[in-house]
């Protein structure tokens, strides 16, 4: 979370907007929270750039969830899924269309070099009902720089990594959705961006809160949603547009601080980068040093200078520096100087 919208919860808790109550106290049916949740729509809008063929959603149960409420409300009867693997989000998102019976196929797998790698060469099926992807994997650290072409087949993608991260045309998508907790929010929620003729997909038999339609057609607002995770994605696009000046400036700032930590790895006799270059993702840098012993005595050394988070996602170890949105230029600086540093002493 940008440090100026952490302080801004801290000084508005008690009140929000003046009104005596805290967020996590006023009713979702109010007025008052009425035009946050219009205003964080508007702004989702704005920054993307998409007019109303495209509908903002706000559904609980992050992005896990999505998984299976995609093939369930998105298949079309008697027309294949296809799925694009490139990591551990992606299996799991396959797994769940494949335990409601779908028709999925993987037309396109890095599993081959363990996911070190985005696919460039896949045929998409023309009849399918969706093209999957995940468009930035946070555990080997790989991102699409160019978002795979399903000409005619709507595209859905899981964002939740890189949303928000840079400039998106959301026309060919036919659903984006984004667990909040990695650039835009807290955790608990999934945004969920659907275009019209998606919703003319979902099948009335479905479970009422399983259904796209039951969400867009209450604004969100069929149960009691997350209120105070709404407020603080609200603080968080309103520093997007206000403080860093859109998705095209925030682009160019990911891209300075992604270079400065892959430079250190580039030329570094210790550093080893997990992704291949073409790859490489701006949210979520992944390396190797050259041993166990060598990456435990790296992050200890980091810890004590302050550098938090650096061990490595538990399925294959080694280290990981996350430099989502909200983390600052200089912190970066301050991270590629102790890399150089660390090089040094270890010589």
């Known amino acids: 979370m940008p440090q100026p919208v952490l302080e801004e919860i801290r000084e508005n ?66 027309r294949p899924v296809d799925y694009m693997n490139t990591g551990v989000w992606s299996t799991k998102a396959i797994k ?19 996911f070190s790698y985005i696919p460039v060469d896949y045929t998409v099926d023309q009849d399918a009902s969706y093209l999957h992807f995940t468009s930035n994997n946070t555990i080997m650290g790989t991102q699409w720089h160019r978002y795979p072409d399903g000409k005619v087949v709507p595209l859905v993608s899981d964002m939740s990594s890189d949303f928000m991260s840079h400039p998106i045309d959301v026309t060919p998508f036919g659903l984006i959705y984004a667990g909040a907790q990695k650039n835009i929010g807290p955790s608990g929620i999934a945004m969920v961006i659907i275009r019209d003729d998606m919703l003319e997909r979902v099948p009335d038999t479905l479970p009422t809160l399983l259904k796209y339609t039951t969400f867009h057609e209450h604004n969100s607002l069929f149960n009691t949603p997350p209120t105070f995770t709404i407020y603080a994605i609200n603080l968080v696009l309103a520093w997007l547009e206000e403080t860093v000046g859109g998705l095209e400036q925030v682009e160019k700032i990911n891209r300075q601080k992604a270079s400065m930590i892959y430079e250190v790895i580039d030329k ?5 980068g997990i992704a ?47 430099i989502y949105n909200a983390v600052t230029l200089n912190s970066v600086k301050s991270l590629a100087a102790f890399m150089e540093e660390f090089e040094k002493t270890s010589a």
Request: glycine share 10%.
């Open 13 to 78: 808790l008690l009140s929000f907007r003046g009104s005596g109550m805290s967020i996590t106290e006023i009713s979702h049916r109010s007025a008052l929270f009425d035009e946050l949740l219009h205003d964080t729509i508007t702004r989702v809008k704005r920054l993307l750039g998409f007019g109303n063929s495209h509908h903002v959603l706000f559904i609980q149960g992050g992005a896990s969830q999505q998984f299976c409420m995609i093939p369930m409300n998105l298949a079309l009867p008697g």
């Open 96 to 114: 769940e269309a494949r335990i409601q019976g779908k028709d999925v196929r993987v037309i396109a797998t890095s599993e081959d070099r363990e």
């Open 268 to 272: 570094s006799e210790i550093y080893r």
């Open 276 to 322: 291949e270059a073409n790859s490489r993702s701006l949210m979520n840098v992944a390396f190797r040093l050259p041993d166990s012993e060598s990456e435990q005595r790296f992050l200890a050394e980091a810890q004590k200078q302050g550098f938090i988070g650096l061990k490595g996602h538990r399925s294959i170890g080694g280290c990981r520096a996350s």
